[in-house]
């Protein structure tokens, strides 16, 4: 398996602009996380999936900010409109069992986004 | 609900000394407990876990201890290399939680040549 996928690697937007990013997680791995990764925040939890039903959104930072899993294989996080403080690197992790013996979390690459 | 705490923010270690890196959490629930490491530019990969059932956990040059009645947990790296300069993140998970894992906010670690 080659891993979490995650597109774009990087993305710089202009303010106002919708923003989408997507993620593959591991076959098999029935959660999948979105995190965000700021010097400021550390890794925020923004959203998470089991079997592609949202669990918990509470890290969602408002209503600009909304993901899906249409299905096994694909998510989306979009943010619209973009502001400047939206600036970051996006994680997007997946596992099994989350918590249990041989259930890591594996991240994607992430994806550094800019908005200008 | 959950907070974790990690100190230092930033430990520089001479090549070939050990490096210790302390958190603590709030819940008594928590029962797991994960290390990450990230290389600059790179993704947080697992390097260490522990559960509430355990007290210690070695892997080669790395351990991990837990004291459950203090609420804190340490990250080891003995005889530090170049390649363990990292960002390391610690990280709680409250039984509870309906999974949600709680980050602390990382240690820079850099090791001098």
């Known amino acids: 398996d080659a891993g979490v996928i995650q597109s774009p690697r990087h993305e710089v937007t202009e303010m106002g602009q919708e923003v989408t990013l997507r993620c593959k997680p591991i076959s098999g791995h029935d959660y999948l996380f979105w995190y965000r990764q700021t010097m400021m925040r550390g890794l925020e939890l923004l959203i998470y999936?089991?079997?592609?039903?949202?669990?918990?959104d509470s890290g969602m930072p408002e209503d600009r900010f909304s993901a899906k899993m249409p299905n096994a294989s694909f998510s989306t996080l979009k943010i619209q409109p973009s502001e400047p403080r939206d600036s970051a690197v996006y994680f997007c992790?997946?596992?099994?069992?989350?918590?249990?013996?041989?259930?890591?979390?594996?991240f994607g690459q992430g994806t550094r986004l800019t908005v200008v | 609900g959950e907070n974790v705490e990690q100190h230092p923010s930033t430990l520089s270690v001479q090549e070939g000394d050990s490096a210790v890196i302390k958190c603590t959490y709030s819940?008594?629930?928590?029962?797991?407990f994960p290390w990450y490491k990230q290389e600059l530019g790179k993704r947080p990969q697992l390097i260490i876990d522990?559960?509430?059932n355990v007290g210690e956990k070695k892997d080669q040059r790395i351990a991990v201890t837990l004291n459950k009645t203090a609420k804190h947990f340490s990250l080891h790296i003995t005889e530090t290399q170049p390649e363990d300069s990292a960002v390391y993140f610690c990280a709680a998970s409250p039984m509870d939680s309906n999974y949600q894992l709680i980050w602390g906010a990382g240690t820079k670690l850099i090791i001098k040549p």
């Open positions: 522990i559960r509430s």
């Open positions: 999936f089991n079997n592609n039903v949202p669990i918990d």
């Open positions: 992790a997946s596992s099994q069992i989350p918590g249990q013996p041989n259930t890591e979390a594996f």
């Open positions: 819940d008594s629930a928590s029962n797991y």
